[in-house]
């Protein structure tokens, strides 16, 4: 039996997933550095690279945010960062 699209992805960030010391290191901007001006009109070309659907835009955690396999990137100083493993898994919705 086939393993869901969803459960594949889940599994490679978890187990691709950097140690909590290397990721440290990407992450020592301030919210207001992370808060940096987006451009929408990237929402036209990016496409999640695990399941490759559009992404959608979170103004609020300023993250694109796969639907399709409950998956969100962060946004770094205006720029997506869709690099799999430094991905947060969004919690499992009841309807998977």
């Known amino acids: 039996?086939?393993?869901p699209l969803t459960r594949i992805c889940r599994a490679?960030?978890?187990t691709t997933r950097r140690s909590t010391?290397?990721?440290s290191l990407y992450c020592t901007q301030s919210s207001e550095d992370r808060k940096k001006q987006f451009d929408k009109?990237?929402?036209e070309?990016?496409?999640c690279p695990l399941c490759k659907e559009p992404l959608r835009y979170d103004e609020q955690k300023n993250e694109l945010i796969s639907d399709k396999i409950g998956v969100a990137y962060p946004i770094v100083n205006g720029i997506p960062n869709l690099v799999p493993q430094d991905a947060r898994v969004l919690k499992e919705?009841?309807?998977s």
Do not use: E, K, N, P
Request: charged share 0%.
């Open 12 to 14: 490679i960030i978890q």
């Open 21 to 23: 010391q290397l990721s």
């Open 1 to 3: 039996m086939a393993l």
């Open 45 to 47: 070309i990016l496409v």
């Open 41 to 43: 009109s990237l929402l």
């Open 93 to 95: 919705s009841t309807g």
